[in-house]
């Protein structure tokens, strides 16, 4: 028992004693006990003061004629009324010590945000806090989900006055540092990730968030995390496409009158230097400082409405190319021009054309639903879609070609032109064969001379033989006829010819005609494509 137990003891006795002689009031018997008690005791300045309470059974006792109370079964309770710890000695104190005065129920409340201080007054402003991220591992996007993860730290730097020693410790320049449980003392903005699908903290919550506190209070937290992010792709030129995806982070609990964010001024946006993306390069990446309008049809903020601030930054990612040039462009090229080896074969190998025709065309299918598989079924047309079109209208096109060729070829009947020209072959080709036929007949009705319309020929005059001529006529009427005829004909052979010549129809075998429409096939197949590929390929790269 130490001595102020003694003192307290014999203190109790005598006032006891006195109440009992006296007849005084206990409440102030209690207080004289408390009152002797903090004065006997020293240092009381730094120990928690006494609150003493006297109970018991008070009794009338006759003395002398005259009649006492007395307080009987004694019973003195005591009682602390907690205070502030001091902080006068907060430069002998540990860190641990330290953040446990200063976070002491008594002078800091963790749910409370900082107040903001001018000139030594609190001001009704809002508590601005700065945000820096660093990003070390940024995964692919993936064009199925629309999403894409991100592997960074968030870092989150404010004041709180509540915080500051430098005036209890002048002399500390050292920064109170903590992990977790420091972090789990104080107050701390509350930042998601408006876009986020998922997210977390990396590994361990001991080593993936760290918290310092300065001298003047100025508060620095540091996560760790991962989150799978939303980015809404466009996807019209794929696999040509450029994508800009936001990562958003916005206030949970106050709004904008209350807390603003701000991106610090050195640096807010870095990325690690060994950070290497296998499909996407990184081309650029900005950041923006904006005021989120949030109404009851916006559940974000817990359907309280009212402006929050937020933070985004853009990566502006463009595809690499060359997976898809080596893997898919090429090939498809390849297997287009292998479908045109059907020209150089004759029109009656059925199965070898056929065959060649359909392997070409399900390869390619196959090729192209290989790359489309893993992209959303979306509403547009994709430029790769429309190389997918093309080709196979190519592929189908040698197939069309070649059932018309062999269709000709097994014709018996030639075929009549009018000239060996394209124009001609193909008019002739395609055209029925009775309207052909009356075709030609007009023609040909048409390259009459004028004569055959207005030359008759009468019988012929009698030719008179001179009785007495020493040279009698060799010639007879037949022979007369006959030279007339003659004579007449050559009279208009030269026009006549011309007319025929002008009008005159060739004949070609079903056979020359299918080889003709190859030879064509051979040089137009090609030169189309070529300028289909001019066409495509500026779309690209220049629109």
Not at 177 to 195: C, D, M, Q, T, Y
Not at 269 to 282: G, I, R
Not at 492 to 520: A, C, G
Request: charged share 20%; hydrophobic share 40%; proline share 5%.
């Amino acid at each position: 028992m130490n001595k102020y137990s003694i003192v307290t003891i014999l203190l109790i006795c005598f006032l006891g004693w006195t109440v009992a002689v006296g007849s005084i009031n206990v409440n102030t018997v209690t207080g004289v006990l408390a009152s002797t008690i903090n004065s006997t005791i020293p240092g009381r300045e730094n120990i928690e003061k006494l609150r003493v309470a006297l109970s018991g059974t008070v009794n009338s006792v006759p003395v002398n004629e005259s009649t006492y109370s007395i307080l009987t079964d004694l019973n003195v309770t005591r009682s602390a009324d907690e205070t502030c710890p001091s902080l006068d000695d907060a430069a002998q104190l540990t860190q641990t010590q330290l953040i446990n005065r200063l976070t002491a129920s008594c002078r800091y409340d963790r749910l409370e945000r900082p107040n903001v201080m001018e000139n030594g007054s609190i001001v009704d402003a809002p508590l601005d806090v700065f945000v820096r991220v660093y990003i070390y591992v940024l995964q692919n996007l993936d064009s199925s989900d629309l999403q894409f993860k991100m592997h960074g730290l968030v870092q989150l730097r404010y004041k709180d006055p509540r915080l500051a020693f430098d005036e209890y410790a002048p002399n500390r320049k050292q920064s109170i540092l903590g992990e977790s449980k420091l972090r789990e003392l104080i107050w701390v903005p509350h930042i998601f990730l408006a876009n986020e699908h998922d997210s977390s903290v990396l590994g361990t919550s001991e080593k993936d968030i760290l918290t310092s506190i300065n001298p003047d209070g100025t508060v620095i937290t540091s996560s760790r995390i991962q989150a799978t992010l939303y980015c809404w792709m466009k996807l019209q030129k794929f696999p040509f496409d450029e994508q800009y995806c936001p990562t958003v982070l916005e206030s949970w609990m106050y709004n904008a009158t209350e807390l603003r964010l701000y991106w610090e001024d050195n640096a807010p946006l870095t990325f690690d230097p060994k950070m290497h993306l296998t499909e996407y390069a990184l081309e650029n990446a900005w950041t923006n400082e904006t005021i989120i309008n949030a109404d009851l049809n916006d559940l974000r903020h817990g359907a309280f409405a009212g402006n929050y601030s937020s933070l985004s930054f853009t990566v502006h990612l463009v595809r690499e190319v060359g997976y898809y040039v080596m893997d898919y462009f090429l090939p498809s090229i390849m297997i287009v021009a292998i479908s045109w080896v059907s020209f150089w074969l004759q029109a009656d190998q059925t199965p070898a054309r056929t065959t060649l025709g359909c392997t070409t065309l399900l390869s390619f299918i196959t090729l192209a639903s290989s790359q489309e598989n893993n992209l959303p079924k979306v509403s547009y047309i994709k430029v790769s879609e429309v190389w997918f079109l093309g080709c196979t209208f190519f592929i189908f096109g040698s197939l069309v070609e070649f059932a018309f060729v062999n269709t000709i070829w097994r014709r018996k009947n030639s075929v009549e032109v009018k000239k060996v020209k394209s124009k001609y072959i193909l008019k002739s080709t395609l055209t029925p064969r009775m309207k052909r036929h009356k075709m030609i007949d007009n023609e040909r009705q048409q390259a009459r001379p004028p004569c055959d319309r207005f030359l008759s020929v009468d019988t012929p005059s009698p030719i008179i033989i001179t009785v007495g001529d020493e040279t009698p006529n060799k010639f007879t009427s037949s022979d007369s006829i006959a030279t007339i005829t003659s004579s007449v004909d050559d009279n208009f052979s030269d026009p006549d010819n011309k007319r025929t010549e002008n009008h005159s129809w060739s004949t070609m075998t079903p056979h020359e005609v299918s080889l003709w429409i190859d030879r064509k096939a051979r040089f137009l197949f090609p030169v189309a494509f070529i300028i289909f590929n001019a066409f495509y390929w500026t779309f690209v790269y220049c629109l």
